[in-house]
């Protein structure tokens, strides 16, 4: 923890790229505030595309979330007649993230891509992205980096090994998601448990629960049995109003909420994290309701998301890993399809064993199970 502050007072006396490591990749990052054409030219050279992370609020207000284009995670835009130098790319974000940018200035597909990421941080979502704005915010600047991924003199990905020598090399200090982890952990909480009450149900027995206050809005926990010891089944639940209140056969959210509690409650141990904020994969209500009239006009779950404004998936689960840190879990049986819980919950320290909980499909629900399977890797064992 002390390394990491050292790093950081270091960095706001001396402000100069710095350097993420994260399992699979590594990403020299400027704020954005401070980009210079010196900072892209070190990129072009070194890294792949230019990225500029920034909160989907930024994304929004900005007006860039209206260039999203299909099949898409990012956002690829460019100013127009702008120059392939660094200086006038350096030019175009420093007046892009000032707001100085007017849409019509804008073309697309570009050579700049706009990563979105969550407001708290790697508290929220353990990513890249994520981490280069925490470091950005700590230093004092606007929630926007500009980070590129690190490559070799043979093109290939860069491994930390490279990293740490092309860092001491330039005396870029370098950080880790997981020690930011760590160190935001231990200054500050995202979560607030405020009150604990018995609750009986009808069809899934009793259990504790436990209220939190968190950024995504108040957020229950059923808690059965002692959870702070041995393998704990856990269920991280995504509102879904449609399917879990009104038995909506779009989905299968209801089923899987009754499955999960049921289970839970047979094993007597678990916890069951219901996560408000996170209807309709994050896009709300409303917005889901109209992805569901354009499902019905021909488009899949992602391509309506994306033909709404919206990335295919804005959920994160550094919420619930707080939840679960905050009620003393440590080793988890997770019961769910999506490896992204998977991957996520385990930067925040926790064993992790998948626990599948699929359900019969439907007709009406087919096409929905399919698209999570064929387009966002979800485990699942359909039949043709």
Known sequence: MVQTENKINS??????????????????????EKITKEHINLMMKNCDEIRIAMPWKKIVELGINRFFICGGQ?????????????????EFIKRLVKGEIKHDEIVFPGRIFIDEVKEGGVLERPCIGEACVDITKMLGFKPFAVYSILTTNEGEMAGERYARDFGRMRNFP???????????????????????????????GTFKAVGYETPLGEIIALVKGNVNEGEVFVRIHSECLTGDVFHSLRCDCGEQLEKALKTIDKKGKGVFIYMRGHEGRGIGLINKLMAYKLQEEG???VEANIELGFPPDLRSYGIAAQILLDLGVKSIRLMTNNPLKIEELKKYGFEVVREAIEVEPSNENISYLRTKKEKMGHMLCLND
Do not use: H
């Open 11 to 32: 960095l706001m006396k001396d402000v100069k790229p710095f350097i993420v490591v994260d399992e699979k990749k590594v990403v020299l990052c400027v704020p954005a």
């Open 74 to 90: 990012t956002i690829s835009i460019d100013l127009k007649d702008n120059g392939t130098s660094a200086s006038s790319k350096a």
């Open 299 to 301: 488009k899949d779950t």
């Open 174 to 204: 370098i950080f880790s998601i997981n020690e930011l982890i760590e160190y935001r952990l231990k200054k500050e909480k995202l979560v607030k448990r405020v009150v604990e009450a018995t609750l009986p149900t009808k069809f899934y």
